[in-house]
């Protein structure tokens, strides 16, 4: 009983090397360029005055024609060149383009603020008018009106001072040679 274990034992390990060494057999295949430039695939080691790019091993067996396969590599360079310079101009519009955001956001957010002030300068004019006419005391409302009316100059003043680094901002960009479409928002 233990001798037909062991034969089965044998039999076994040698069935899984047979296995093992059949499954590491590998396949090449050899990538190289001619002086032509155009590059060639083949399962045949290429002539010895070639320069090859690439060897490929697998464990499976691609299947190769019997003629050789050629691929013919386009100039490239001239393209990356062409998408790094969109590139670069893509980003130098978007710097422009947000610096005119910027200044644009100042703008909107001082003008916002003038339209509030306004408008609660007008409901506390009409409140003061409802006290006095009734007969009531008014004076702190009159002060808050007065703070309300002294905060809207330096308001259009920031309002001057962003239409001139707005003006600055063409100005530069002008220098630069940045048209002046990039500085729409």
Known sequence: MKKKQFFYLILMFSFLFVLNTVSTFSYTIY????????????????????????????????????????IVEEKVDENVAAVEEELIQEEIRQYWRNLALNIELKKERTLEEIYIIEKKIDILKSNIDYYLINGYKADLMILDLRYLEGSLPPLFERLEIIEEEKEQLRIAARKQGIPPGYLRP
């Open 31 to 70: 990538k190289w360029k001619d002086k032509n430039g155009l590059v060639h695939y083949t399962d045949k080691k290429p002539v010895e005055n070639v320069k090859i790019i690439e060897i490929i091993r697998t464990k499976k067996k691609i299947p190769v024609p019997d003629k050789e396969i050629v």
